[in-house]
């Protein structure tokens, strides 16, 4: 189910709890889910270094530890803490009816 605008329901809003993620697949891109500290990110598990899965990495505030180099990424900005330029896929997404929508084609 596609909206027209091109975000589609992935996840119940109550599944996404905090401090926590989760990976879903949008018509073969891994999107994964953060919440933390009250926020909202979605963005591509592949790392940008290596495309390591970013599901198993650690959170560390707002920051995301890739689990294969240790290479920090700020939730916020994508990027990379120590040469910014190399950053996540990040994607839209929108709380709808109880559900988490996401656009895996427009990329923030
Ligand atoms: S693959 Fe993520 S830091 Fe190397």
Not at 15 to 38: A, H, S
Not at 74 to 96: C, M, Q, S, V
Request: contains cysteine; glycine residues 12%.
């Amino acid at each position: 189910m596609e909206n027209s605008d091109g975000f589609v329901p992935v996840l119940k809003e109550k599944e996404l709890k905090g401090g926590k993620m989760k990976l879903v697949t949008v018509e073969g891109t891994p999107i994964l889910f953060i919440k933390q500290q009250g926020q909202i990110f979605a963005i591509n598990n592949r790392c940008p270094h290596m495309a390591c899965g970013l599901i198993g990495g650690t959170l560390d505030g707002l920051v995301i530890v890739c689990p294969c180099h240790d290479w920090r990424f700020d939730l916020t900005t994508g990027e990379y803490e120590e040469a910014p330029g190399f950053r996540l896929t990040k994607y839209n997404w929108k709380i709808k009816s109880g559900k988490i929508w996401v656009n895996h084609e427009e990329e923030t």
